[in-house]
């Protein structure tokens, strides 16, 4: 058992509510998520301000490849954006960025810029940044039962010597630790396949405003949220 008497070490967010957030103003879902990414920014800077060593965001999973082409079109472009005019500047600030997810959906450029802005920041170390885009948990959870299955039929390794950790060494997310809180945006309550297995402890906290409202205050009182909190990881209290 532990309190939350700290700042917690890993925080994951949910990004949601750019489509609805355009629609209240009459606006196309493209000026959501263009003010999703201004929202980006001020998080990324308040999680530094307030000592948070591990930031993971969810910014588009393997089933948002379904939305209409023009909407993922739009985000690929933002996307393509990001990683030019924004990577100089987290290295600056001494961030390492990280990506996860299923690649082989990108095109060639958006590999080569993930490609280059991981080996630029790979030495940083005051924020672990991790993007999670054409993500999805359950893909991850496959993928990772395939590789052990893989081995174990090799001889490589013992079938009964897999357990938590092993599994755990086979995700995207191998080398970060577990989330200690996630936060969702735009008042809904479900996960919606982001870091199914990394999450089985993680301190849920539901934010009722869309993505692009949020700010370092909305952040603050996340975590003043999770100090609040007993995590007991299934003992007494």
Do not use: C
């Not at 629609?23 to 308040?46: D, Y």
């Not at 959870?141 to 090799?154: E, F, G, H, K, P």
């Not at 009722?208 to 003043?224: C, I, R, S």
């Amino acid at each position: 058992m532990s309190t939350t008497e700290s700042t917690p070490t890993h925080v994951a967010i949910v990004m949601d509510g750019n489509g609805r957030w355009a629609r209240a103003r009459g606006l196309p879902r493209a000026a959501g998520h263009r003010q999703g990414a201004e929202a980006l920014r001020r998080t990324i800077v308040g999680a530094g301000e307030l000592g948070i060593r591990y930031l993971t965001l969810f910014g588009f999973s393997s089933e948002n490849w379904n939305r209409p082409s023009g909407e993922v079109q739009d985000l690929m472009g933002l996307l393509r954006h990001y990683l030019r005019s924004e990577i100089a500047d987290l290295h600056a600030k001494g961030a390492r960025l990280r990506v996860i997810g299923d690649r082989g959906r990108f095109d060639p450029d958006i590999v080569a810029l993930i490609a280059n802005a991981e080996d630029l920041t790979r030495g940083n170390d005051r924020l672990n940044l991790t993007l999670a885009i054409s993500y999805g948990g359950r893909d991850e959870i496959i993928t990772a039962v395939r590789t052990l299955s893989a081995d174990a039929a090799a001889g490589r390794i013992d079938p009964q010597a897999i357990d938590a950790s092993a599994f755990a060494d086979r995700l995207f997310t191998a080398d970060l630790p577990d989330p200690d809180v996630v936060i969702r945006t735009s008042g809904e309550k479900r996960l919606s396949n982001f870091l199914l297995w990394q999450s089985a402890y993680a301190e849920l906290v539901f934010v009722d405003k869309y993505w692009p409202d949020f700010g370092k205050a909305d952040l603050e009182d996340a975590v003043h949220e999770f100090k609040r909190r007993e995590r007991r990881y299934g003992a007494v209290g």
